[in-house]
T-cell receptor
Framework: DQQVKQNSPSLSVQEGRISILNCDYT??????FLWYKKYPAEGPTFLIS?????DKNEDGRFTVFLNKSAKHLSLHIVPSQPGDSAVYFC????????????FGQGTILTVHP | ETGVTQTPRHLVMGMTNKKSLKCEQH?????MYWYKQSAKKPLELMFV???????ENNSVPSRFSPECPNSSHLFLHLHTLQPEDSALYLC?????????????FGDGTRLSIL
């Protein structure tokens, strides 16, 4: 049973517009959520995270929103740039899990010039 | 030195070979992880080491044998692998016990079993 799901395998956006990537989770014990970006032939790179005590965290062009009641988080990228084209993974962990992360399947984002 | 370094980047081996994957972290972290990424599947956690002690083994077959000699180095010893073990193997490290901290990943070893 997959506890973290990214239901959109791919997303295509025009440069300058907003990209919204979505993630749903089922485990109510999760209290720390992260987004990673992955380019081909490279490992995942940490982008932004959010603790369950918050509902929004912002870092430059990237904002993560958490809706605990819906068990849903989203990553907003504004404005989107061609260099943002990559696979985006959401991940979640629970307290006292020694940092163990559960990942979604990933969403391929393509930003067109 | 970059944060998490994995060697080799690519490995092709036969099913009867023995090889080892190496991971080194230069971030001063106290936890290290092995993940497997197969095509069209999420990253699967294989092993977790905290303070050099293995705290997690996600039902990984015994043909995969991890070793953590110190907090900076992690190995994955491979023996008698199967074709379905062909995948990208990723190492990560993090600092646990100091609040929420992200894991930092290496670039992985692309393993192909003939």
């Amino acid at each position: 049973d997959q506890q973290v799901k990214q239901n959109s395998p791919s997303l295509s956006v025009q440069e300058g517009r907003i990209s919204i990537l979505n993630c749903d989770y089922t485990n109510s014990m999760f209290d720390y959520f992260l987004w990673y970006k992955k380019y081909p032939a490279e490992g995942p790179t940490f982008l932004i995270s959010i603790s369950s005590i918050k509902d929004k965290n912002e870092d430059g062009r990237f904002t993560v929103f958490l809706n605990k009641s819906a068990k849903h988080l989203s990553l907003h990228i504004v404005p989107s740039q061609p260099g943002d084209s990559a696979v985006y993974f959401c991940a979640a962990s629970a307290a006292a899990s020694y940092g163990k992360l559960t990942f979604g399947q990933g969403t391929i984002l393509t930003v067109h010039p | 030195e970059t944060g998490v370094t994995q060697t080799p980047r690519h490995l092709v081996m036969g099913m009867t070979n023995k090889k080892s994957l190496k991971c080194e972290q230069h971030l001063g972290h106290n936890a290290m992880y092995w993940y497997k990424q197969s095509a069209k599947k999420p990253l699967e956690l294989m092993f977790v080491y905290n303070f050099k002690e293995q705290t997690e083994n996600n039902s990984v077959p015994s043909r995969f044998s991890p070793e953590c000699p110190n907090s900076s180095h992690l190995f994955l010893h491979l023996h008698t692998l199967q074709p379905e073990d062909s995948a990208l193997y990723l190492c990560a490290s993090s600092q646990v016990g100091e609040g929420d901290q992200p894991q930092h990943f290496g670039d992985g070893t692309r393993l192909s079993i003939l």
